[in-house]
């Protein structure tokens, strides 16, 4: 009896001490989620607290710093239920702004190397996005998508002479410049193809060919006289091949397009123009067409003369020959600039002489350059003011020049220029940082389409005119400044006529 008892008081001694355990166990569970909970607690409090309302999303790098937390468990312990911050809606390609999608992906590539549905939630967390639009604007990132928006914009600018490398530095979420010339390309070839060219799939209820049953013989057909062979007539349509030479009444008409739409729009507006008057030419042969009549001096001077006295509209002849007009002309150039900040890029295109051959003529008429200081006070600042633009143009970082950029490109044709170039003076500290933001900001704004289209800001005009001076007198060319040739000949055909900036 008494061994029973004994064996029985160590079975009630086990249960306790299981009971006990299993107590403890729950206790400290307990206490960790409580921990937790506390924890997701406070970083959705601290996300909350650091929401940016301009960029639209929340200061993470911010949180995980005061937290002391890494940036992806920051991400895991945010709770959208109970946190005040909105989600955006960014279905298209269009809600998206260059500088975001350029935000994505190097936190992807900085944070994870294959993104599986998990993934792509904290990428939605930390876009303050969801993450089947993140996923999408992922993928465009990386295929080089293009819109027919962005296509509308990409050709405008190539119509205005911008290179691919200028054109991917805008628009940098390409891997590379071939890349985004690959995609514009396809993208044109798809939209000039006919439907005869395209390769249309079995519709659904058209009836499938039956095999022939076997055992079966098919029945001869019967002996019929076959008919002459006669070639097919070719279709009486116009001609779409860029080949075929242009014939001289449509000369004449691309002539007479170019005379009207070149002077107010440059060559982008006169290659929509003859796009409409031309539509069974290729893009390719029309833009050629307009570019070999452009090359030609004389018409290019006959465009010109609405704005310039015929007596100084240049000829074709001896170029060593100089007319009396034509060195009276030089000589008032040359007063208008003053005699120490000639642009003489400028002056050889008013006059049709190569700037060598200005130069040289006016030192042989005039007695030459000398080099004694400016002899008024007018001429002095402005050379001073050409030499400071370009000195500023030249000051800033690419990545201060991005940031510029996207100020100027958001806010244009929205908010006033005078709220633009506040904004984009605010992150410099400065009165010459101050300065070569405010002179960049001109120049983008100077070659923004929206201003391109209507009319310019006066100062925007004025800091790429006193630029294009500076690099002139530095000996640089317009195009080693990204400028483009619309851009260039609207200033120079300012110059000439006396006409106001705006």
């Not at 921990?35 to 960029?55: F, H, I, L, P, S």
């Not at 002077?263 to 409409?276: D, K, L, N, T």
């Amino acid at each position: 009896m008494a061994i029973v008892k004994q064996e029985k008081g160590d079975d009630d001694e086990g249960e306790e001490k299981e009971e006990g355990s299993r107590k403890r166990t729950a206790e400290m569970l307990a206490a960790a989620a409580k921990t937790k909970q506390g924890w997701y607690a406070r970083v959705t409090k601290r996300a909350d607290a650091a929401y940016d309302r301009e960029r639209g999303r929340i200061d993470w790098e911010l949180v995980s710093a005061e937290l002391g937390l890494p940036l992806i468990g920051c991400l895991h312990m945010f709770d959208a239920s109970v946190s005040t911050v909105a989600v955006r809606s960014l279905p298209g390609a269009g809600d998206w702004a260059d500088d975001e999608m350029l935000v994505m992906r190097d936190f992807v590539s900085a944070n994870f190397e294959a993104l599986a549905g998990d993934g792509w939630r904290l990428v939605g967390v930390y876009m303050n996005a969801s993450g089947a639009d993140c996923l999408d604007a992922y993928r465009r990132i990386r295929r080089g998508k293009l819109t027919p928006e962005m296509c509308k914009v990409l050709g405008e600018w190539r119509g205005d002479g911008m290179e691919w490398d200028e054109i991917h530095r805008l628009h940098p979420i390409w891997p590379t410049s071939d890349a985004l010339r690959v995609s514009f390309s396809a993208h044109m070839q798809r939209r000039k193809r006919t439907p005869n060219q395209l390769v249309m799939p079995r519709q659904p209820d058209a009836p499938r060919r039956r095999s022939k049953p076997k055992g079966l013989v098919a029945p001869k057909p019967p002996l019929v006289t076959p008919k002459p062979l006669v070639a097919p007539k070719p279709p009486v349509v116009p001609n779409t091949d860029h080949t075929v030479k242009w014939t001289p009444e449509e000369n004449g008409q691309m002539e007479a397009i170019i005379a009207e739409h070149y002077p107010a729009g440059g060559r982008a507006h006169v290659v929509r123009a003859a796009e409409h008057r031309f539509p069974f030419r290729t893009l390719q042969s029309v833009r050629a067409k307009v570019d070999r009549i452009l090359g030609k001096k004389q018409l290019l001077n006959r465009i010109l003369a609405g704005q310039v006295p015929t007596a100084f509209v240049c000829r074709k002849g001896s170029s060593y020959f100089w007319s009396d007009d034509q060195v009276a002309r030089l000589r008032s150039l040359v007063a208008e600039y003053g005699k120490y900040a000639v642009d003489w890029r400028a002056v050889s295109a008013e006059l049709g002489r190569s700037p060598h051959a200005c130069q040289e003529k006016y030192t042989r008429t005039a007695g030459g350059l000398g080099t004694k200081r400016p002899a008024t006070a007018a001429a002095a600042a402005a050379a001073a003011g050409t030499r400071r633009a370009l000195a500023s143009f030249n000051a800033l970082s690419t990545k201060d020049k991005m940031r510029i950029h996207a100020i100027v490109r958001k806010g244009a044709g929205v908010v006033p220029y005078s709220e633009i170039r506040v904004q984009a003076r605010a992150p410099f500290v400065g009165v010459e940082r101050r300065r070569q933001s405010d002179t960049y900001a001109n120049y983008c704004a100077a070659r923004h389409p929206v201003y391109l289209a209507r009319a310019r800001h006066p100062d925007t005009i004025r800091t790429v005119d006193a630029i294009l001076r500076g690099a002139a007198n530095a000996g640089k060319k317009a195009n080693e400044l990204d400028i483009p040739n619309s851009l260039v000949h609207d200033l120079l055909r300012r110059r000439r006529g006396g006409l106001p900036w705006v």
